[in-house]
């Protein structure tokens, strides 16, 4: 097919499911960091090595981190959708693909915004505590700032999982570049759809990990140090 006939006939369902795409996974990534952010830094600080040791607590957010990071992300979908239509009154489009896509990523984000925080220099915490900074000063001043390349990279990291999530919510509805290869590219048997969809996505996967690189390269005052 001729590329201007293609782009006339598709170009317009391509950009409504490009922008849906992006709506998903943006809004998904943030309720994510929501929860997410939170909890890593209370399992990071209440580890055995942490600023402020809880055994029972940290093991408690460890089963729960763990459990949600092993369910499978179809199974989850299916799993959550009476919630899903408890909380936003539907399951299929952008706004029902929103909530299992937070969940799942939630347990993810809570992981990776731990692991960065254990790359935090121990003698920068130590220094702190010796000028009398409390651990949430610590925390916020310290810890965050200095591993704020780590967790930029971490952000890319989860926005791309969402993003590759959120094509595979197309097939039960969710809309979006996963509907149309489905519909259009598998089932009415068109390769071209199917072809430009998956270029699509590589294409936005690599503009947002180099965007999220460069940001992290950006803020690390380390390197120019």
């Known amino acids: ?19 849906a795409t992006l709506v998903m996974t943006v809004a998904s990534t943030f309720f994510a960091y929501i929860i997410g952010l939170p909890v890593g830094i209370a399992f990071h600080v209440t ?36 919630f899903t239509r408890l909380l936003v009154g539907t399951s299929l489009g952008v706004a029902g693909a929103i909530v299992p896509l937070t969940i799942c990523a939630a347990p993810f984000v809570a992981r990776i915004v731990e692991q960065s925080l254990t790359e935090c220099d121990p003698s920068l915490i130590e220094a702190a505590k010796a000028f009398g900074s409390s651990n949430v000063q610590i925390i916020v001043k310290v810890v965050l700032r ?36 489905i519909r259009y590219g598998y089932q009415r048997f ?36």
């Open 1 to 19: 097919m001729d590329i201007a006939v293609f782009f006339a006939e598709y170009g317009e369902l391509f950009f409504d499911a490009t922008i």
């Open 47 to 82: 580890a055995p090595n942490g600023l402020h040791p809880m055994r029972v607590l940290n093991t408690v957010l460890g089963w729960i981190i763990n459990i949600g990071r092993s369910i499978p992300f179809i199974i989850l979908l299916v799993a959550l959708i009476p």
């Open 146 to 181: 200095e591993t704020l390349p780590s967790l930029i990279r971490g952000l890319a990291i989860t926005f791309i999982n969402l993003f590759s999530y959120s094509a595979m919510a197309g097939a039960v509805g969710a809309g979006g570049l996963g509907d149309v290869a």
């Open 190 to 225: 068109m390769p071209d759809v199917m072809l430009f969809s998956i270029i699509l996505c590589v294409v936005l996967v690599i503009i947002f990990q180099t965007l999220g690189d460069w940001l992290a390269r950006k803020v690390d005052h380390r390197r120019r140090a």
